[in-house]
């Protein structure tokens, strides 16, 4: 394809994504920034965490996603009695044909978009089973490997970690997602809309904006996004200016974080930077789409301590400090 046929081609899937936003902020009223964070995230390539209350419409969101974008769909509802294998699936043996032999039977992961909720109400082994399945596109089962449908998100929900009957997620899987955002209460006119539009007449679920096979061409596009090499330099400050044993630590850093962010955290600023980039219509990441990603690459992946807890110190709380100590060491 010539430079032309390309430009050409990405605004194309680029107005399906617009289509696909407009949907979405049909379906779930008053949750529109969380809508274009979330179409960052899928964009990118990532998982993404989505935390709050019951009854915000986190489920809903997600069903509304997975049928735009065309997906085959799966709904995991955790629970504490969930077990591994009723995730990743199983050897059955199989006595079709009068003889008996094993036979993998394939669990609700092998989905394209794989609904995860509540995920932090099955316990740290369960919640586990999810580990290989996200960072490598596969689960492995009796010794054998088993690939994924491309593309593959999960889309998890949790409640806050203070109600009642939930478990915390492993570092190690909250690492996984590339986004966590929160779902915060609507404002009192969307109220007052989702009231009205909720307790009418159901809506008809609308037609895919996207296939899987243009998801794929947006994901490889957003990985096309240039960044500069100054943007760069001020992601890794970023990350490293979250570590309390750093030299670039400021006072509260060391007093509230345990454990500062992986290099994880920085893949998914760049990455999600592209990917607005991308829907933005440029060719290139500005400052701007770095500075959008920072808290939802790095809320999940901080760390902090017993003494942040008690005085009720977010990692949102510190992100100005990280943000001013990695602008002034980047240049």
């Not at 779930?28 to 390539?45: R, S």
């Not at 809506?203 to 990985?223: D, F, G, W």
């Not at 959008?292 to 790095?298: G, I, K, S």
């Amino acid at each position: 394809m010539t430079e032309t046929s390309i430009k050409s081609e990405a605004m194309r899937l680029v107005a399906r994504v617009d289509e696909l936003r407009a949907t979405l902020n049909r379906q779930v009223l008053g949750q529109e920034a969380l809508v274009d964070d979330l179409l960052v995230a899928i964009l990118a390539g990532g998982h993404v965490l989505l935390e709050g209350l019951p009854g915000l419409g986190k489920t809903l969101l997600v069903r509304a996603l997975g049928s735009g974008l065309g997906l085959q769909n799966a709904r995991i509802q955790f629970t504490p009695d969930l077990m591994p294998a009723d995730i990743t699936g199983t050897t059955v043996v199989d006595e079709s044909g009068g003889k008996r032999s094993f036979r993998f039977q394939p669990g609700p992961i092998f989905a394209g978009l794989v609904l995860a909720d509540e995920i932090n109400r099955a316990t740290p082994k369960t919640q586990s089973a999810m580990l290989e399945a996200m960072q490598e596109g596969s689960v492995t089962i009796a010794g054998e490997s088993h690939r994924l449908p491309e593309p593959f998100h999960v889309v998890a929900t949790q409640n806050p970690i203070e109600l009642e009957g939930t478990f915390p997620l492993p570092e190690a899987q909250l690492d996984r997602f590339l986004f966590k955002l929160e779902v915060r209460m609507p404002s009192t006119e969307a109220m007052a809309r989702i009231l009205g539009e909720t307790t009418g007449a159901p809506a008809e679920a609308p037609p895919p904006c996207l296939t899987a096979a243009e998801l794929r061409q947006l994901q490889r596009l957003a990985r096309d996004v240039l960044c500069g090499s100054h943007l760069l330099r001020l992601c890794a400050e970023t990350v490293a200016a979250t570590h309390p044993d750093g030299d670039r630590a400021t006072e509260r850093t060391r007093r509230f974080v345990r454990y500062g962010a992986s290099a994880r955290a920085g893949q998914a600023m760049v990455l999600g930077a592209k990917s607005r980039a991308l829907l933005a219509g440029r060719a290139a990441v500005a400052q701007d789409d770095i500075e959008a990603c920072l808290l939802p690459a790095l809320r999940h992946r901080v760390l902090l301590g017993y003494e942040a807890e008690a005085a009720d110190i977010g990692v949102d709380d510190l992100l100005d400090e990280w943000r001013t100590t990695a602008a002034r060491r980047a240049k």
